[in-house]
């Protein structure tokens, strides 16, 4: 699987997050939250118009807006 954007995972898949890319107050609140390269994220489900997602990380479960997760570039965990 090539490189995805989190908005593009289908729920109950496993990933890890590459790179975020933005460069202003959105990189940092979503790094403050614990998505750093390396961490491992389950998209657990996504809400019935789309938006938002829920994912599971680091032991928690929580939501994020589609347009946020645009933003967090990863691959699948089996690479």
């Known amino acids: 699987m090539p490189y995805k954007t989190l908005n593009e995972v289908k ?3 496993f990933v890890t997050v590459v ?3 933005d460069d202003g107050r959105i990189k940092r609140r ?3 939250i614990g998505i750093l ?3 491992c994220i389950e998209v657990v489900k996504v809400a ?3 938006d938002p997602i829920q994912i599971s990380l680091l032991g928690f479960d ?3 807006r ?3 997760a645009s933003k967090i570039i990863v691959k699948s965990v089996d690479e």
């Open 62 to 64: 929580m939501v994020m």
């Open 66 to 68: 589609r347009s946020d």
């Open 11 to 13: 729920p109950g898949v």
């Open 19 to 21: 790179n975020i890319v």
């Open 48 to 50: 019935p118009l789309g």
């Open 37 to 39: 390269p390396g961490v």
């Open 30 to 32: 979503i790094m403050d």
